[in-house]
């Protein structure tokens, strides 16, 4: 089936650091989606991207779809520990399956 | 709001039992779905419905069973529990408006364990 390839898998970092994280895929999907999933509960929508090229920002969080319409990246700036969880990204294939990406873990030192 | 709901949020389960995994949503969303989540290998979708009497098969739907007989409810069926099911199940739901699709709403799982 279509996979979404997520790295890294997992990351350490220093609170007060920026966090790079980001999604490929072999195909081409037209809505590109990050969630949050903080440990015991459901995963949480932290950005949506519709068009190819956009760049959108959610308070320290930023994202953009790629151009190709093949991969998108998230960055966190200055994270806090708080930001703690895993993250995913997801594509809409057709109309209603979505695809969900394996996951990074953030794990933030103080 | 109470937004998605999935009971229970613990079980234990026998090889060869059958239970239900039920979920309820009160924003009278058209679209509900069920995921499993594995670790290294993200959240895969097993069933999914676009409205009350529709249901329609995702990527690991073996095993399971749904029906849609309400637009608030979608509950997820395993007949004869295995090992291999051992997993944290995703409820999720979400509106269709538009243009755009709107972003799914989950809730905040249950956790099974088939021994």
């Known amino acids: 089936g279509q996979q979404l390839n997520q790295s890294p898998q997992s990351m350490f970092i220093q609170e007060g650091e920026d966090v790079s994280m980001n999604c490929t895929s072999s195909s081409i999907f037209n809505t590109w989606l990050w969630y949050k999933q903080d440990p015991g509960e459901g995963p949480v929508l932290l950005i949506a991207?519709?068009?190819?090229?956009e760049l959108t920002s959610n308070g320290r969080l930023t994202a953009q779809f790629g151009i190709t319409r093949k991969d998108s990246f998230l960055n966190i700036s200055a994270s806090i520990p708080s930001d703690v969880g895993i993250y995913f990204c997801a594509v809409i294939s057709g109309t209603y399956k979505y695809i969900f990406g394996t996951g990074t873990r953030l794990k933030v030192l103080a | 709001n109470a937004g998605v709901t999935q009971t229970p949020k613990f079980q234990v389960l026998k090889t060869g039992q059958s239970m239900t995994l039920q979920c309820a949503q009160d924003m009278n969303h058209e679209y509900m779905s069920w995921y499993r989540q594995d670790p290294g290998m993200g959240l895969r979708l097993i069933h999914y419905?676009?409205?009350?009497?529709?249901?329609d098969q995702g990527e690991v739907p073996n095993g399971y069973n749904v029906s849609r007989s309400t637009t608030e409810d979608f509950p997820l069926r395993l007949l004869s529990a295995a090992p291999s099911q051992t997993s944290v199940y995703f409820c999720a739901s979400k509106r269709e408006q538009g243009r755009y699709n709107s972003p799914l709403h989950f809730g905040n799982g249950t956790r099974l364990t088939v021994t």
């Open positions: 991207l519709y068009k190819a090229g």
């Open positions: 419905s676009v409205g009350a009497g529709i249901t």
